[in-house]
């Protein structure tokens, strides 16, 4: 662990000095989690997994029950019909679980699959487990000017860093990390410092308050739609924890949402353990469906996960498993569980169809 950790804690204490002793929250965060070969998802540790017993930090829908992506194949192949296209796009695949899932679902409806992911330790094990499909799937490390096809993005957008904003006595400030003496070296601390930044909406109350925003998920949601209406079209869905405006942004929500995942134990101290645990923060749907619609993409629907994969035909797949695969899919449907807390966005480049994933229990308007 030392040997990642040390390293990248020093880069960043480098960072740190180099800016005048303090860095917004925003920016120790792209560190901690994709500093080339030495952050959270770029170095080769062990984080997807179902137990602790492996090393992993935490699973995520495709490693609970294949049927989530093949649930989601019937979304996306709609999608693919009504775009006119053949080529489906991930970002931050994982272990290339969704990948497969799809892929083995959707055959020949699919000519290409194109992976964009930072972690080239991560990119190895995607091209292991899609061995069979070796001859569809492609790896990008960038942007192309234009995408064409349908985006998948699963636990994507909570991964993108964030700025920390605190209301104290009334006076909103940046939140943000300095260096400091812990033990025989150096450790980080937080320091608020006064901004002109606040969030979207006005916080009730006077009470203090600490809460994100999200510039970099937004600027994300605008260059994807930028590209896609660059290309022939296409449609985009992204399924992620996190709130529509009113409830991320609700007055009792004080302490803000950043959590940290590791041997899959959560906690909410992002400054220790930098590099050896994941780092996230709850997505505000609202910001990323404003931020699709200015960018001239149509919102498809907003629902929740449970909604989602049971318009999809989810309970009848599960009918059709075993117990121990209709209990684990249980997990991505049930209210308590992965199913209201994760939601689900769509968007595309047309309107002239209407996306049978948000079919019944369309939450649109609520963003």
């Known amino acids: 662990m030392l040997s990642l950790t040390n390293p990248l804690c020093e880069r960043i204490h480098q960072a740190i000095a180099q800016a005048g002793g303090w860095i917004g929250f925003d920016r120790f965060m792209a560190m901690a989690l994709y500093e080339p070969g030495l952050g959270y998802y770029t170095n080769a540790l062990q984080k997807f997994g179902a137990m602790p017993a ?46 497969l899932q799809l892929l083995d679902s959707l055959g020949d409806a699919v000519h290409r699959y194109t992976i964009i992911d930072l972690s080239g330790t991560l990119r190895a094990r995607q091209a292991d487990t899609l061995l069979k499909h070796a001859d569809k799937v ?9 995408i064409e096809g349908v985006v998948v993005g699963n636990e994507v957008l ?24 812990e033990g025989d070296g150096l450790g980080f601390a937080w320091q608020d410092r006064l901004t002109d930044l606040r969030p979207p909406v006005d916080i009730e109350g006077e009470h203090d308050y600490l809460t994100e925003i999200h510039p970099q998920a937004e600027a994300f949601i605008a260059s994807l739609a930028e590209r896609l209406q660059a290309g022939r079209g296409g449609a985009a869905f992204f399924l992620d924890y996190g709130f529509p405006e009113g409830e991320y942004f609700h007055p009792q929500r004080h302490m803000g949402t950043v959590m940290c995942h590791q041997l899959h134990q959560a906690d909410p101290d992002p400054l220790v353990s930098v590099g050896q645990k994941d780092i996230t923060a709850h997505v505000n749907f609202t910001g990323v469906a ?65 996306a049978q994933g948000f079919a019944r229990g369309d939450r649109s308007h609520r963003l």
């Open 54 to 99: 492996s090393g992993s930090d935490f699973v995520t829908a495709p490693g609970m029950s294949p049927l989530f992506g093949q649930t989601l194949a019937v979304q996306v192949r709609q999608a693919l019909q009504a775009t006119g296209t053949n080529e489906v796009w991930e970002f931050g695949a994982g272990t290339g679980a969704l990948a």
């Open 158 to 181: 909570d991964a993108m860093p964030v700025q920390l904003l605190q209301r104290t006595q009334g006076i909103w400030h940046e939140r943000g990390v300095v260096s400091a003496a």
């Open 138 to 146: 492609r790896w990008l490390d960038a942007w192309p000017d234009a």
């Open 290 to 354: 404003l931020a699709a619609q200015n960018a001239g993409l149509n919102v498809l629907g907003y629902t929740s996960q449970a909604w989602f994969l049971l318009n999809l035909g989810m309970a009848e797949r599960m009918a059709e498993a075993s117990l121990a695969e209709r209990s684990h899919a249980q997990r991505l449907i049930n209210e308590h569980e992965m199913g209201e807390l994760f939601k689900v966005v769509g968007f595309a480049t047309s309107s002239n169809w209407v």
